[in-house]
């Protein structure tokens, strides 16, 4: 997906900084510590550890999205059973 290790970085750098400044809008102070750490140890990574951290990321994605599609229709269903019995 991502082949220039240089925008990788900036790329996480930038999701970040957009997060960051959505949090501080919202004044989600504990979020915008946890974002500015995050933020703080991506600069600390060199260019081939940004792409290693971006493959583990879409891994563990991809082996959470069964779960989290169970979770989902789960609750899709409980949200109906209570529906139903509030009639």
Same mark, same amino acid.
């Given at each position: 997906?991502?082949?220039?290790?240089? $925008? /990788?970085?900036?790329? &996480? %750098?930038? *999701?970040? @900084?957009?997060?960051?400044?959505?949090? @501080?809008?919202? @004044?989600?102070?504990?979020? *915008? /510590?946890?974002? $500015?750490?995050? &933020?703080?140890? *991506?600069?600390?990574?060199?260019?081939?550890?940004?792409?290693?951290?971006?493959? $583990?990321?879409? %891994?563990? &994605?991809?082996?959470?999205?069964? !779960? &989290? =599609? !169970?979770?989902?229709? $789960?609750? =899709?269903?409980?949200?109906?059973?209570?529906?139903?019995?509030?009639?």
């Amino acid at each position: 997906m991502i082949n220039n290790p240089i $925008s /990788a970085k900036n790329k &996480i %750098e930038t *999701v970040l @900084r957009l997060e960051l400044g959505k949090a @501080r809008k919202l @004044r989600e102070w504990s979020n *915008v /510590a946890r974002i $500015s750490e995050a &933020i703080r140890c *991506v600069n600390l990574l060199n260019d081939s550890s940004c792409l290693k951290l971006l493959k $583990s990321m879409r %891994e563990d &994605i991809i082996l959470r999205s069964t !779960y &989290i =599609q !169970y979770l989902i229709t $789960s609750k =899709q269903e409980l949200l109906f059973c209570d529906n139903y019995l509030d009639r």
